[in-house]
């Protein structure tokens, strides 16, 4: 099993219920698929660096998980036979993007 971070944008034209329905779509393929999640972050709407498809902003999503590797390609040919996500990038995390991922959700949880 190896351990990933994905980061998606969406379509700043959805609707909450759309974007929270496109979100669990991802959501239910990972797990469908073998995945066990270890966190979800929602960024919310913010102002890209440049335009992508005429948008100037985009609704940014984080998942962090663990999968078997072979099922990425599939999960990714997912985002881009979706027409609501924008852009979407997933990596693979080794020990230390790890260690700074467990960091960054204890000191999200500190202000929340």
């Not at 995945?35 to 962090?64: R, T």
């Not at 230390?96 to 949880?109: F, G, L, Y």
């Amino acid at each position: 099993m190896n351990h990933y971070e994905t980061v998606f944008i969406l379509n700043p034209v959805l609707s909450d219920d759309q974007v929270k329905e496109t979100v669990k779509k991802f959501e239910d393929f990972l797990v469908s698929n073998g995945a066990k999640m270890i966190s979800k972050e929602d960024w919310g709407l913010k102002k890209l660096a440049y335009a992508i498809q005429n948008k100037k902003s985009g609704f940014y999503h984080l998942f962090e998980f663990t999968i078997p590797g072979e099922v990425i390609t599939n999960f990714e040919l997912e985002f881009r036979r979706d027409e609501r996500i924008m852009r979407f990038l997933t990596v693979r995390l080794d020990k230390h993007a790890i260690e700074w991922a467990e960091k960054r959700r204890k000191r999200n949880k500190e202000k929340a």
